[in-house]
Every structure is written in structure tokens, then in C-alpha cells.
């Protein structure tokens, strides 16, 4: 899928991985209505397949932490295992600890919690992506 274009206002790219159609609508939604650009996709393949597709990387990654066939997890190791790097938040409906523990030590950035308001939201995206390029411009 090709991201939304809201004009010139927008100032991130945000790719929303998700098995949920209406999830993926609401974040979508949820994004724009941030200012921001958001491209969605159903599965961790069909975001693996369109990062092959092209050279365009988005800032930020929302990863569903459950989706039946690839999880949040498997689509955070092939992102690494192909030096692909962006900031990643994954979210879900779990809030155990050692979810959290898991993916941080995959390369989350951040983990939420359905549901997330829209405050909540831009200030993690906001956070993650300063941090990533802060240490890009440390390199």
C-alpha cells in the first residue's frame, strides 16, 4: 500500500502493521489526524514485501504485537535479520511484563497498551524517532 498524502503538513511517515482491518483504519485515522503520513498493512509479510519494493523507509513502525501468521516478535527478528532498522512500537491488549521484555530485546523502542489514546501515541512516536536520530547523527 502507498501512504496517505495530506499535503505538505506532514512531517513523519509511520507504517501500521496490523491483522485488524478496523484497527488498521482507526490508526490510520488516528495518525492523519496527528499530521502525520501512515501507510497500512495486514500482515509482517506485506510490510517485508513493500520495504523490498522500494528505498523509502518510514520513521516510525507500529508492529500489533498478535497477528496469527507472523507475531510482532517474528516480524521484529526479519527486519533485523535484513539490516533493517527504524523505530519500532509494538502494541497489544497484554500487558505482562515479560511481553515488554521481550520485544524491547528485539529492538522495540516502546510498548503500548490497547487502548492508546492519540496523546499517548504522538508523544512515543515522537520520542522513539528523536531518539533513532540522535543516534543516527551520533554515527
Known amino acids: 500500500m502507498t ?5 505538505p503538513t506532514l512531517r513523519l511517515s509511520i507504517a501500521i502493521v496490523d491483522d485488524e482491518e478496523l ?12 499530521g502525520l503520513a501512515a501507510s497500512v498493512y495486514a500482515s509482517g509479510k506485506e510490510l517485508i514485501e513493500a520495504l523490498d519494493a522500494r528505498d523509502a523507509r518510514p520513521d516510525c513502525l507500529l508492529l ?13 527478528q526479519q527486519l533485523v535479520g535484513r539490516g533493517v532498522r527504524f523505530p ?8 505482562a511484563p515479560e511481553a515488554l521484555d521481550r520485544y ?4 522495540a523502542v516502546a510498548y ?3 487502548p492508546m489514546t ?11 524517532v528523536t531518539a533513532s536520530r540522535a543516534t543516527q547523527q551520533a554515527r
Open 23 to 34: 484497527v488498521r483504519i482507526s490508526l490510520r485515522r488516528l495518525c492523519r489526524a496527528l
Open 118 to 128: 492519540g496523546d499517548q501515541l504522538m508523544a512515543t512516536i515522537e520520542r522513539a
Open 112 to 114: 503500548l497498551r490497547k
Open 3 to 7: 501512504p496517505d498524502s495530506a499535503g
Open 104 to 107: 524491547a530485546g528485539a529492538g
Open 64 to 76: 500489533d504485537a498478535h497477528m496469527p501468521d507472523m507475531t510482532g516478535l517474528e516480524v521484529q
Open 88 to 95: 519500532t512500537i509494538v502494541y497489544s491488549a497484554d500487558d
